[in-house]
């Protein structure tokens, strides 16, 4: 069977490029070693492919369905689902005293990799739940964590996050979900929200709903928004569940992909008695949600990313088995048919995704790691630099994967011609599933306008040159070496055009125009950071290839392989879109609707 | 209700851009006037929306099923089908002695695009019987003629392409089929063919399937393939029906898309008594199957392009309607939200649909024009030209919109956010439905070493220094113009660097080489391409918008607002693709398979 993701990879990236095992100086991780950590990914590798894989299709063709009463879902699903808690996933980033693995986010992040590889529909409901406890474990009371979170973490309750309603999408700001403060110590919630996905379903005994709503007399806009527990089931201090809330499911949607993930339009209040419990300050709510927003949005960049490798991994597969035409200089009929990678453009095809995919993992990882350092980082100096640095990567790091492992999974099914047409490959499945990550969590279009409206611009551009700090440091490290000098060149010139480029956008007087085209500013910084992970993983090859042998060698080949793809390919690309941004080109902002 | 493909630009293209009306000289087109073809117009895009387009939806959803005796489709493709024949639709570029209409098949491309956009994988019916039917209109005796051609075009039989088997997709050379000669004047035909679409289902009375076969002792490879017509049904010589063939379904293949399109895989001969017809001399069967290729060709680029062409016009409807945030100076959250087409970025993904399915609908037409052209050209000086042209153009015409059409939909579906990704929008079917056109009727990547391999160095390279005379002359007329001389400028600059390409990649002896990046050679000179529609475009738009008014003025700014954008942001692509083509990059040639 195809690996899902190259484990090979995985090693590399934790252990040599990122060298994870530096944590475990840390007390909070003292207890690990790397055999520990190899355990829990084999862990994942073995349940992903036993119980996520295997149900993919099915779920796929079997999209979650509503009888009136309630959702139901295949039943491997649930079955899936426990073995990932039995295993202890849904806590292992959590301390030891919460019944967790004090696993470091980094190998919990390279172990998340296989189940969103395997199956983001299914994978979509331990990542929400994640995300909802998380939330919780932040910001909520002593008494609420109590409550909820040891059940949200053992798996017996379910999460969700309920953000956007019919005419509140991207904008936050106008959601009209209600919360009327009582005596009671509960306020009482009244709205209907859309897009969420977990709203409803038979998987768990519960469903914690993290909701955002206005509470009356607060200050307009952002400001006044307000985050609510508010249970499906209220629950008994001894966890028992007791009375219904008023919490309804209003409808589903039904989605291109993704198809697994019930996603729901839920109703708050239709009886006037949904109790919701406040979290945080009045009002604050949406800085307690942006405190997770990072990691979230680090996760659905995760997931783009493995959808892509999957698809690389899958069609890699094919290619070598498929036979298919002959060399151009071949012209005997009567020869046999050779595989398909002999063939340039689909090694082409291969090459493009490996180095997107490759490159998006590292960049995950990198990411991933920044989390955690900064979590143990005792330095407040060290600690700001991991935070802007995570600050200005995030947009990238959740869109950059979200477009190109698309584009990577467009490629993989490219490769199996009619054969990838159909379902009964898995690679349109995985195509129509990561068509949704440049939607969610953001769209594509506000990342730009988050990165260079404020990203770039924060700290009085600090984050900005922090990033340019670290990718230099990388350029003096590859210019030492014959093989990567050329790269180190050719990166150190990007960076001077980036800066130029970025000068000219900021110094712009007329931010409407400044922002015009921030989506190309985003796609190009996107393409110089990956560019970036790709030295820095050619660095770590020249510093361990010396003595590599047979598979290990081809490994290593490999990797300098897809960096010299990326460098010869794809970072060019970013002078035109640089040039395009210095001359503040004013031709989308300009025209006007009629004369579209 | 939103257009499907705005009547002005076809009026545009096919009265201003293409001046039809210049075919209306030639005796075959005599009886014709723009009233004539306008009202043709008005026909397709009536059924278009009242027929094809309502069952769309429900068409996607209810794919054909086969229950073991027959393929059954949803009542409204047959009605549709019905509607469709009753106008004229499948005889119309055909002469009036075979009761058609003599229409000119730019005006009846015109007409199709409204089928296309309204339901591709209705309309694909209608496509397939119509390519059968040209090659045996070209190919055929005239019994042959005589026996199912009147069936075919009245829409009481469909027709059906046997090109490949499952070890022969690209590689039609490694076809099996074989037909062995019989003394009774028919073959007996053997083997299995995979993707057929139309294969077998309710809606016609019989099909005639044009199935490619190899007869006993001929040469080998592509040399040695026959075309012959199986039906069915026997057709006895007054048109009634006699016995079944022994053609049989064998499977039915599911799509991502084009679900209405029955795709299938047929067995013929499997009791040794499938009789099969030849047509035109044996051994010689590819060859007429290339006479009608390009037609063809163009009609899949047609395909892509008015689904691109629909999901713009759509996402615009919507963008004008759908009211979210704030312009970024705006700091009030109280203040009403605005309709999404006031953000610039929303407005990029519009005007870049714009440029491409326009720019791709310009060469289409353009390209239908040159079929009129050379079918009517006395001048056979004049007629070579063309030829080369079309031959130069096709792979372009086919590709450039499978690939940024549906890109085009990509972004179409962006705008509508969550909701273009759920099945109660039609845009997530439209993406699917066009990402089967860079696969089917060669891949993207053949058409690439189709392109460079060998349209551009066919008859000593003649091909490709017509097309860019043809460029040329559209940079002269352009100089002239004030508005126009920096587009002729950059375009000229561009044609400079294509010749410098070209000549290196040609002057590269080894072959493997040479081509290994043709994909990147035919996406480049796409674009050129494309740009030089524009500007042709612009050029017409100069001459005739001084005293437009009103509608026809936004009609004629947003041309020139296309055609700006294709300039600034599309053309410049070129510049980093040409420099790695310049440089005869051998990254991915020699990647190995162990090291991907």
Tied chains: 1, 2.
Aim: proline share 4%.
């Amino acid at each position: 069977m195809t690996e899902l993701i190259k484990r090979r990879d995985i090693d590399f990236l934790l252990y040599e490029f990122l060298n994870v095992e530096q944590l475990l100086a840390h007390p909070r991780y003292a207890d690990h070693d790397r055999k520990v950590f190899d355990a829990i990914i084999d862990t994942a590798v073995k349940i992903a492919e036993e119980k996520f894989q295997t149900c993919a299709k099915d779920l796929d063709n079997n999209e979650p369905s509503f009888d009136g009463q309630k959702v139901t879902l295949i039943p491997q699903v649930k079955e899936a689902l426990r073995a990932f808690a039995e295993a202890g996933f849904p806590a292992a980033t959590y301390a030891n005293e919460q019944d967790g693995l004090q696993l470091p986010w980094t190998v919990f992040q390279a172990a998340m990799a296989y189940f969103h590889a395997a199956n983001i529909s299914l994978s979509a409901y331990p990542l929400l739940t994640g995300a909802a406890a998380n939330l919780l474990n932040a910001h909520g009371s002593v008494e609420q964590k109590a409550l909820y979170l040891p059940h949200m973490l053992s798996g017996r309750f379910f999460g969700t996050m309920c953000l956007s309603e019919t005419q509140a999408g991207s904008s936050l700001s106008d959601i009209r979900t209600r919360a009327e403060p009582t005596d009671q110590g509960y306020y009482l919630i009244k709205g209907t929200k859309m897009w969420i996905s977990g709203g409803e379903h038979d998987l768990a005994e519960n469903i914690i709903h993290m909701v955002l709503a206005k509470i009356p007399g607060g200050p307009p806009g952002v400001k006044g928004i307000s985050l609510f527990i508010v249970p499906k089931i209220h629950v008994q201090p001894d966890g028992s569940l007791g009375e219904r809330n008023d919490v309804a499911l209003a409808g589903l949607n039904h989605k291109m992909g993704y198809r697994g993930t019930v996603n729901t339009v839920m109703s708050f209040g239709e009886k006037d008695n949904c109790k919701g419990y406040l979290i945080g300050e009045p009002h604050k709510g949406l800085e307690c949600m942006f405190h997770m927003m990072n990691e979230a949005r680090i996760g659905i960049g995760m997931g783009a990313t493995t959808i892509g490798y999957a698809g690389y991994l899958y069609s890699l597969d094919y290619a070598r088995q498929r036979p298919q035409g002959r060399h151009p200089l071949n012209k005997n009929p009567q020869s046999p048919q050779v595989p398909i990678i002999e063939h340039a453009d689909i090694r082409r095809l291969l090459l493009t995704q490996k180095s997107y995919v490759e490159g998006a993992l590292a960049l995950q990882l990198y990411c991933a790691m920044l989390v955690d350092e900064q979590k143990i980082s005792a330095d407040t100096n060290r600690k700001q630099v991991l935070a802007l640095l995570l600050d200005i990567l995030t947009p990238i790091a959740k869109s950059w994967p979200s477009e190109f492992c698309l584009e990577a999974n467009k490629l993989a099914m490219q490769i199996l011609g009619g054969y990838g047409y159909t379902r009964e490959y898995p690679l349109e499945r995985l195509y129509r599933d990561n068509r949704l990550n440049p939607i969610h969590e953001g769209t594509h279009g506000i990342h730009g306008i988050d990165l260079l409206g404020r990203k770039v611009r924060m700290a009085g551009g600090k984050a900005f040159t922090t990033l340019l700090d670290h990718i230099r440091e990388t350029i003096r490290e590859a210019s030492g070496n014959r093989t990567l000098q050329a790269y180190a060149g050719q990166l150190s010139n990007t960076l001077q055009e980036v800066e130029k480029t970025t000068a000219v956008l900021i110094a712009c007087e007329n931010l409407n125009l400044s922002l015009a085209n921030s989506t190309i500013y985003l796609d190009m910084l996107g393409h110089v950071v990956i560019a970036w992970t790709w030295l820095r993983q050619a660095i770590v090859v020249a510093a361990n290839a010396g003595n590599a042998t047979g598979d290990d060698k081809d490994f290593y080949q490999g990797k300098l392989a897809a960096c010299r793809y990326f460098f010869h390919y794809e970072l060019p690309k970013t002078h035109g879109m640089m040039q395009l941004l210095q001359s503040l080109d004013d031709t989308c902002l300009n025209i006007t609707s009629s004369q579209l």
